[in-house]
């Protein structure tokens, strides 16, 4: 169910974004969400500026205006000031921290609100001055996560009461139940193993391996993503002696991701800085059981001993000990994968989606 207009004339809103169709990345997806919401929510009438995106790429529905500059960024800039200046927008949405310098150009020019949207590990740090100027005029700062928003305030003095946590999802979740453990259960990670941020825990999914290869001689893991940290991934899987027991796939298509999500037993990723965790949400939608690390957003989603368990991301002792619990008890593994389900549904749906940002954009415009 999509929500209603809080008023009888839809806002007008130009949305900045970095990229929404050139790739399948995390930030693309929330992008491609966003344009969903304004393509069919009735309180919004929208027009898209994308970095990095071909011109004509299809918006949502296909009605929405989407420019693409495909990665000319002058033009870029050019194009979002000359719309400024030109057309009647009543709100700006800027949805990645590296465009927020735009939008005090445009609170120069029109007067009017903007809304900044903050994802994660860009946004934690005290920001350089420019930025930061950019997050106090802001009308309303938007962040996927609660971690995230205490993060970004804590960092640059911004008063929690500006923000407003939205949340994010993924599609629809698929026709699928977990495949059950046969002689050999498939640990699976999705993930970016980019070397810059070494972040999402395969290296201690790897230490952890011969723990479980003790009770579960059988088992495999299949790290899913592609990055140049893979290399050090491998090597250390080797030094660890459980090269045999690991598969390295690189980059994915969707069909395969698929696939490996049917096949998948337990869904691992014990991230150390992770904002929100788009990854876990697929997975639930697979009725897997999560494991997940406890120093970040992950615990947002992934519930201890609800639907998963959240350990310390840099104990290898603690990460086998839970899966290997996991493995042996598939009762267990089913009701946690109910649980995951319904909280996806529950919580993350498009809808529920769709009815956060909707809220907090009316809001921004209302206190302006």
């Known amino acids: 169910m999509v929500p209603q207009p809080v008023s009888e004339k839809p806002l007008r809103v130009a949305v900045l974004v970095t990229e929404a169709f050139g790739s399948t990345g995390g930030v693309q997806l929330v992008n491609r969400s966003i344009a969903e919401v304004m393509a069919r929510h009735p309180g919004f009438t929208a027009e898209f500026f994308s970095v990095h995106d071909r011109e004509g790429s299809v918006?949502?529905?296909?009605?929405?205006?989407?420019?693409?500059?495909?990665?000319?960024?002058?033009?870029?800039?050019?194009?979002?000031?000359?719309?400024?200046?030109?057309?009647?927008?009543?709100?700006?949405?800027?949805?990645?921290?590296?465009?927020?310098?735009?939008?005090?150009?445009?609170?120069?020019?029109?007067?009017?609100?903007?809304?900044?949207?903050?994802?994660?590990?860009?946004?934690?740090?005290?920001q350089t001055p420019l930025y930061r100027l950019a997050l106090h005029a802001a009308d309303v700062v938007l962040t996927n996560s609660r971690f995230t928003r205490d993060r970004l305030c804590a960092s640059n003095g911004i008063r929690p009461e500006r923000t407003e946590v939205v949340g994010l999802c993924v599609g629809d979740p698929p026709d699928a139940d977990p495949s059950p453990v046969s002689d050999a259960p498939l640990l699976l990670t999705v993930g970016r193993a980019a070397a810059g941020e070494a972040y999402k825990g395969q290296d201690t999914v790897i230490r952890a391996l011969p723990q479980i290869l003790r009770s579960f001689s059988t088992v495999r893991y299949v790290v899913a993503g592609g990055g140049d940290d893979l290399q050090r991934l491998r090597s250390l899987a080797a030094e660890t002696g459980v090269d045999s027991s690991v598969d390295f796939l690189g980059l994915i298509s969707e069909e395969d991701k698929d696939r490996l999500y049917r096949r998948a037993t337990i869904f691992v990723m014990p991230s150390r800085a992770e904002g929100f965790g788009l990854v876990f949400l697929e997975a639930m939608g697979y009725r897997l059981p999560c494991v997940a690390g406890n120093r970040d957003a992950s615990g947002e989603i992934v519930r201890d001993g609800i639907n998963g368990f959240t350990v310390d991301p840099g104990d290898p002792d603690a990460i086998a000990a839970v899966i290997v619990r996991l493995l042996g008890d598939p009762s267990l593994r089913a009701a946690m994968g109910r649980a995951g389900r319904s909280i996806r549904d529950a919580e993350f749906s498009f809808d529920a989606f769709s009815q956060r940002l909707g809220a907090a954009l009316y809001r921004a415009v209302a206190r302006a």
């Open 59 to 126: 918006c949502g529905s296909g009605e929405t205006p989407f420019h693409g500059f495909q990665g000319r960024l002058a033009r870029f800039v050019l194009g979002a000031s000359r719309a400024f200046l030109g057309r009647q927008y009543d709100l700006l949405l800027v949805t990645h921290r590296n465009l927020f310098p735009l939008a005090l150009f445009w609170k120069a020019v029109t007067g009017r609100p903007y809304a900044l949207f903050g994802h994660g590990i860009e946004i934690w740090p005290r």
